[in-house]
């Protein structure tokens, strides 16, 4: 009730001052038709539907739900294809509350939602770790006489998944076989990811995890490419689909990532996220008996996972053997040898750590943003030595116009102030200035 009051008295207040439309949210346009078609972005369905793709691309998911107002506003009438658009971008951006107003308002278009547009409403519920939500899609699939796809079963295992939820994985297990849907690499990859996230962690965990990755070299024929044509339209991978820790990596360059490594990707990720040498080192011995090389990315989890157990000389060598193979090569693979090497901010390890970066900035590789961010928090935490990594890192980005996030210029500005630098230092007065800027664009 007081709300109600409230925003009646505000009401009255804008009525009064002619900003009613302010208030109400409603927007008039009374300007001449050539300024409305220059503020004007998009006139119909197709050009919104090209503004709502670039949007995704972009990873701008936070417009989404202001061009579909605008679409209304304009009496433009939303197509699937659009509501696909839409489901797609609130699953990129975790953004449940939406996904749900679009299927919503798809309805009431009239519009059924299919079969892809519940799939990717169940995978947004498992990357929110919401599997209560996704099992209660399934109900209103089959309420709505939509059938299931072999993408909507491995979408809910994965939801399910997300949150250890081992019971009400190997139902959905059951009901693949049951419905004469084989099991393939990423359902392999789901039941390793319900063990992983398993609390607490199960004893016969590792076994498990060589269980299922050697379960998967010989998966079913059965409905074995899970992609299909929406899909393929919209951008979304397999991956990126079941919320897989190799979804940002899917799409570089060959070599970086061996598609039917599925279930190694996995398993290596979890032993890596464990410290698990042993795990690491079966998973390793697999492989060559298979006569088959490690990818870059299973490059990066065991050089991660050698590192984070304490063994950077192991991580090391493998560095090095990986690249006198030469199988290929990438920015993140010095990237998560430098990281590791500062866990524990040995000497050894930090100068390690920056001949890495070293030798990386002498190849001229790239380093985003991303990574050179994740770099300079991790280096920044040094209490003690000289500071000498994160004052590299910070030079080496700033001489490649390369721009840290807010937590990275904070943590790097904390560190230099934690060492009581005169207050006229150039450095500290630099990083000041971009701390500042950064902290009143963003927390404002």
């Known amino acids: 009730m007081k709300f109600l009051q409230s925003l009646l008295g505000k009401t009255r207040f804008a009525v009064r001052n002619g900003s009613l439309p302010r208030v109400s949210g409603t927007r008039f346009y009374n300007v001449p038709a050539e300024e409305y078609n220059r503020r004007n972005y998009a006139k119909n369905v197709q050009e919104y539907n090209t503004v709502l793709g670039s949007l995704n691309a972009q990873r701008r998911i936070f417009l989404l739900r202001d061009v579909y107002e605008d679409m209304m506003l304009d009496g433009v009438r939303p197509t699937r294809e659009t509501f696909h658009a839409l489901a797609v971008g609130s699953m990129r951006g975790s953004r449940m509350h939406d996904a749900f107003f679009f299927k919503d308002q798809m309805k009431i278009m009239g519009l059924v939602p299919d079969v892809t547009f519940y799939n990717f409403l ?15 899609i399934l109900e209103e699939m089959k309420s709505m006489e939509v059938k299931p796809n072999v993408q909507t079963y491995i979408c809910l295992l994965h939801a399910c998944a997300a949150q250890g939820r081992i019971d009400r994985v190997q139902i959905i297990v059951r009901d693949m076989t049951a419905a004469g849907l084989g099991l393939n690499k990423f359902s392999y990859a789901g039941l390793i990811v319900a063990h992983q996230n398993k609390t607490p962690l199960t004893d016969d965990f590792d076994a498990k995890v060589i269980e299922y990755v050697g379960r998967s070299k010989n998966w079913s024929s059965v409905e074995t490419d899970s992609a299909n044509a929406e899909n393929v339209m919209v951008g979304v991978t397999d991956e990126e689909l079941y919320n897989l820790p190799t979804a940002e990596y899917v799409t570089r360059r060959g070599g970086f990532l061996n598609r039917p490594f599925t279930a190694y990707h996995t398993a290596f990720n979890a032993a890596a996220d464990f410290k698990n040498v042993k795990l690491t080192d079966t998973l390793l011995e697999m492989l060559e008996k298979e006569n088959k090389t490690p990818d870059i990315y299973i490059v990066m989890q065991v050089i991660r996972c050698y590192c984070h157990a304490g063994e950077i000389d192991r991580g090391l060598q493998f560095f090095e053997d990986f690249l006198a193979l030469g199988k290929g090569n990438a920015a993140e693979i010095y990237v998560t040898l430098a990281e590791g090497a500062m866990v524990g901010y040995t000497e050894k390890g930090m100068q390690i750590s920056i001949d890495i970066l070293t030798r990386m900035n002498e190849r001229n590789f790239f380093m985003n943003s991303k990574m050179g ?3 300079l928090i991790m280096a920044a935490g040094e209490k003690t030595g000289g500071y000498t990594n994160a004052n590299y890192i910070w030079d080496l980005m700033r001489a490649r116009n390369i721009y840290p996030s807010l937590a990275a210029v904070e943590a790097y500005y904390q560190g230099l102030k934690d060492r009581q630098i ?23």
């Open 422 to 444: 005169p207050q006229d230092d150039p450095r500290l007065m630099l990083v000041t200035q971009m701390y500042d800027n950064l902290r009143s664009r963003f927390r404002t």
């Open 122 to 136: 169940i995978s947004t519920c498992g990357k929110c770790k919401n599997s209560d939500q996704a099992v209660q």
């Open 373 to 375: 961010s994740e770099l």
